[in-house]
């Protein structure tokens, strides 16, 4: 009677004890009767007996109904926490994709830099130009690797998530209290490894302004080197030697 009182109050969405039902809830140890409760410490289904006479004496028990409504919250939990999990994610791959297009616009914008000063140096510095250049596209390429990398990245995570929604999602909706708790306590290493939010990806910047310095200083130094008339260096011993721009080695990139 008391079996049959316990079932009257079953959660909607769960077995109501049909005689097929009952008898694939047959307690292990006493076969004869039905697992209508659950031992928290074993996390097993038990009859009544087993935690007076039986294997269970003394464990801490509970009905496997009430152990099967706790569960599907946790489902319901766990499927809320994914979902915000995978938006997470998502922007994640949105900041990625933004940073990465500013890169390319600023890698961009600095080769264009540095085409209009070494206009000025034209002659001498063609070879210098075209190294820089292939600096900054290795460079970009690089980090638009490491950007490529952290988007699969995320995208996997998302996969892993979409998977394991569709796992607890398929649990939640088993009307079986034991192959419910079953299959729940299969899947719950991997559910409470997911539960956690992931950390928030932050794109590492990267800048061409030491490439624009360099050339900048060069175009400089040069410039003011030339606006003394040379009869003036000259009589002042002045010597290309002497200016900082010589610190430069061709060919550094």
Not at 80 to 93: D, R, T
Not at 208 to 225: I, R, T
Not at 236 to 253: I, N, R, T
């Amino acid at each position: 009677m008391a079996g049959a009182a316990a079932l009257s109050g079953t959660p909607e969405g769960l077995g109501r004890g049909d005689p097929e039902e009952a008898h694939g809830r047959r307690c292990r140890e006493h076969g004869d009767r039905v697992a209508e409760l659950f031992c928290r410490r074993c996390r097993r289904c038990v009859c009544a007996l087993c935690p007076v006479l039986g294997a269970h004496r003394g464990h801490p028990v509970c009905l496997v109904l009430e152990e099967a409504a706790r569960v599907q919250n946790l489902t319901q939990e766990c499927l809320m926490q994914l979902a915000s999990k995978k938006q997470q994610q998502v922007g994640n791959i949105t900041q990625i994709e933004d940073a990465a297009e500013k890169l390319k616009a600023h890698a961009e914008s600095s080769k264009t830099w540095l085409t209009g000063k070494f206009t000025e140096l034209r002659l001498l510095l063609d070879e210098e130009e075209a190294l820089a250049k292939k600096f900054i596209d290795k460079n970009t390429q690089l980090a638009l690797q490491v950007y490529r990398e952290q988007i699969e990245s995320c995208g996997e995570q998302i996969n892993v998530m979409n998977s394991l929604s569709d796992k607890v999602w398929s649990i939640s909706q088993e009307r079986n209290p034991i192959q419910l708790l079953q299959e729940y306590m299969a899947a719950e290493q991997q559910i409470q490894q997911q539960l956690s939010l992931g950390e928030l990806c932050h794109p590492m910047p990267l800048s061409f302004e030491p490439v624009k310095s360099l050339f900048k200083g060069l175009v400089d130094a040069m410039q003011s080197l030339l606006q003394t008339p040379l009869d003036v260096r000259l009589k002042e011993g002045k010597s290309p030697c002497d200016q900082p721009w010589v610190l430069y080695s061709p060919g550094a990139f």
